[in-house]
């Protein structure tokens, strides 16, 4: 749509992945940790009635359900590249709104540096946390400005329709120039701290996940390199992508990390 | 008769048996749409590589076999087994060079030199090589009492492939874990348990036997 236009898309010669592949594919460990797992399990999941609890370093904590998220927010589509740590990439067209404009409803103070974020808990309802794989809830943290960019997406559905569960409905993050673990799925909760939050990956293998995880060419993954990706969709002898400083987002956010040292900071 | 060499009539079956997962695979992929999933080099390279772990265990699992059996049988087996194990490693080679990386050199050489799973995988690869260049008779006859010394080098073989599959995982550490668990027991199966248990059986057995001519011999 015209919305789309206006903000930074992968290039024309970077089509849409498949629809089967965007909900077929998936890393999304609360049901499973193969790739097909989220899609033959996420059926389990009730996203109704859903309601996330906003609270931490601001003047209106609060609760806030996903009806009037839905009708509360403009929801605009935004076609993102999205880039996993594995090496993989997909471009997904997202249906959502700006993170920032859900998060100044609840007004910040100016105490709240950062945004930390959690995924549901129900092992009834996400089988995979029946097992520690991971340190469970999955959680996620941003800092305040990143959280506050206008590319900051928190999406409510892809390809024109509502989110699929497999994909973290009925609300999950995007951030298109961080690794796809940072976009965390199914939040329940957003808090604003003073510290810099928790986030799951980071705390389980520091050495391998950073905090920031923006996309970096530069800086490899302890156990592959980061230069390169395959884009889903195509096909056994699809040739490998050049990876991009953030992701090909760097003209938008790279101010943010201006005089960071980004192979300390990763 | 025919029961003596049923095994040679075995052979082809098991041949066969052994390019099952390969014909599968070139059929998903050749039939086209998504046989192999969102991503099919990974399927490829995930799939070539679970097949030269497996074949390899197998291999390891029939020494074991034909003691427990107290026949020969399994042991005629064991060499195509392996050179099997060698084939699906060529395989994932392959795929991992041609369709991975492209035959990208500079970045295949950061990989085995920067990669501590990639290299142990490889080291296990050129292992192979060796034992299956030297699989023949000739061999066998050249190399003679150093030819069983070589050979158990397939011990070190299977344990770097075991840590190659547990080093390249992320987090879900369940699956390496349970080929981890075969190979142990199949190694643990190599101990001199039985020479151990003979060696006592045999010592109490003498034993008893002394006890008892002494006894006869009082009477």
Not at chain 2, 77 to 85: N, P, S, V, W
Not at chain 2, 95 to 119: F, G, N, S
Request: proline residues 7%; contains cysteine; aromatic residues 12%.
């Amino acid at each position: 749509g015209a919305v789309a236009a206006t903000y930074p898309r992968p290039g024309e010669d970077e089509p849409l992945t498949p629809r089967e592949f965007v909900t077929g594919y998936n890393n999304f460990y609360e049901f499973g940790t193969d790739k097909e797992d989220p899609a033959a399990h996420a059926h389990r999941l009730r996203t109704r009635p859903w309601s996330v609890v906003v609270d931490g370093e601001c003047a209106r904590p609060g609760e806030i359900g996903i009806e009037d998220i839905l009708a509360g927010f403009d929801q605009q589509e935004r076609i993102y590249r999205l880039r996993c740590v594995e090496a993989w990439a997909m471009v997904i067209p997202w249906v959502g709104f700006p993170l920032g404009e859900l998060l100044a409803r609840f007004e910040p103070t100016s105490r709240a540096r950062y945004v930390a974020f959690e995924t549901l808990l129900d092992p009834e309802q996400m089988p995979g946390q029946r097992r520690r794989v991971l340190d469970w809830p999955y959680r996620e943290g941003l800092r305040i400005d990143e959280a506050m960019h206008p590319l900051t997406l928190l999406a409510t559905g892809l390809y024109g329709e509502t989110l699929p569960n497999q994909n973290g409905a009925p609300l999950r993050l995007v951030v298109p120039w961080k690794y796809g673990f940072k976009s965390i799925k199914s939040i329940v909760r957003i808090r604003f701290t003073a510290e810099q939050p928790p986030a799951t990956w980071n705390r389980m293998q520091p050495d391998e996940y950073g905090f920031y995880a923006n996309v970096n060419p530069a800086v490899d993954h302890p156990r592959w390199s980061q230069k390169s990706h395959r884009m889903i969709g195509g096909g056994w002898l699809a040739k490998r992508r050049e990876t991009l400083p953030f992701n090909g987002y760097a003209e938008e956010v790279a101010g943010l990390y201006a005089g960071m040292d980004l192979r300390r900071f990763y | 008769m025919a029961g003596r060499d049923w095994v040679a009539w075995a052979k082809p079956g098991v041949f066969l048996l052994c390019l099952l997962p390969l014909a599968l695979t070139l059929a998903q992929g050749l039939g086209g749409g998504l046989a192999l999933g969102a991503n099919p080099v990974e399927t490829l390279l995930h799939r070539s590589g679970l097949w030269t772990l497996r074949m390899l265990l197998l291999t390891l699992a029939l020494t074991p076999l034909s003691r427990a059996l107290g026949r020969p049988w399994p042991i005629r087996l064991r060499r195509m087994l392996g050179l099997f194990a060698f084939f699906y490693g060529m395989l994932h080679l392959l795929v991992y060079l041609w369709l991975d990386r492209a035959l990208d050199w500079p970045v295949i050489v950061e990989d085995l030199t920067e990669r501590p799973y990639i290299i142990v995988g490889m080291v296990a690869l050129v292992l192979m090589s060796v034992l299956a260049l030297t699989s023949t008779r000739g061999w066998q006859r050249r190399l003679r009492r150093n030819w069983k010394r070589l050979h158990r080098a397939v011990y070190l073989i299977a344990v770097l492939g075991v840590l190659h599959f547990l080093w390249l995982v992320k987090a879900d550490l369940r699956e390496p874990l349970i080929y981890a668990a075969i190979l142990g027991v199949l190694l643990a199966l190599r101990l001199p348990w039985g020479r151990w248990r003979r060696a006592s059986a045999q010592s109490v057995q003498s034993a008893s036997a002394v006890a008892r001519r002494s006894a006869s011999s009082s009477r």
